[in-house]
């Protein structure tokens, strides 16, 4: 197999693997995103998943604070326990 196919199908393996999982969520709390945004996401998502349009939503969330945790953090203890 092509090293590029393979990374290729790697790279969609890993994306499903991380966003389109479903999850329930049993708590939940309303946020706002842009009419645009909404109208991109939904015109994708369903064609390459049946996950719910709030547990991929929310799949980004957790992996974005996941990667940034530690400036998430730093920049917190910045303003709140500043020098």
């Known amino acids: 197999m092509n090293s590029n196919v393979s990374k290729t199908n ?13 999850r329930v969520i049993k708590n939940r709390q309303q946020i706002y995103i842009s009419v645009e945004t909404y109208d991109i996401i939904k015109g994708y998502l369903k064609f390459i998943s049946d996950v719910s349009l709030i547990a991929y939503l929310d799949n980004i969330l957790l992996q974005h604070i996941e ?14 326990k500043p020098f």
């Open 67 to 80: 990667e940034h945790k530690d400036t998430i953090r730093e920049l917190f203890d910045r303003k709140v």
């Open 10 to 22: 790697d790279c969609k393996n890993e994306f499903a693997e991380k966003f389109l999982k479903g």
